[in-house]
């Protein structure tokens, strides 16, 4: 199976939450995944794996957090061509831009070339709802669908 890099960034833990579930279910699916928080990596780190998964809190109206800024940044250098990406988050939507990260990110990664695997997944605060769970589980199946078929 595939070779997954999950990255993300957590500040109250729902975002850390949400990306163990996702671990959880391609470890389920028979996949190996590598989680690292993103600050501590960059994105050539993509070139190493068969997908990476993005994953990040949004902060205040609708902005990255600080520990994506530099990550995000790195965007910029890289030719990310082909490469199998996708993004969740966790959000309030008691703001106006609901897990607006997620979109930040995927159009970052769609700007340097990144192939989306799924579209990205958004949770209210943590994963702990039925709802959250089943589009959680749904998400991964998506992205290992698309590894087995397409990628691997």
Known sequence: MAKILICFASMSGN????????????????HTVFMEEMDEIDP????????SIIGSYTWNDGDLPYEAEDFYDGLEDEDLKGVPVCVFGSGDTAYPKFCEAVNIFEKGLMNRGATLMQEGLKIEMDPDGEEDV????????????????VNI
């Open 15 to 30: 975002t850390e939450d949400l990306a163990d579930l996702i671990q959880t279910y391609l470890e389920e699916d028979g």
């Open 44 to 51: 050539s780190y993509f070139h190493e794996y068969d997908g």
């Open 134 to 149: 089943v589009n959680c589980r749904r998400f991964v199946l998506n992205v290992s669908k698309y590894l087995t078929e």
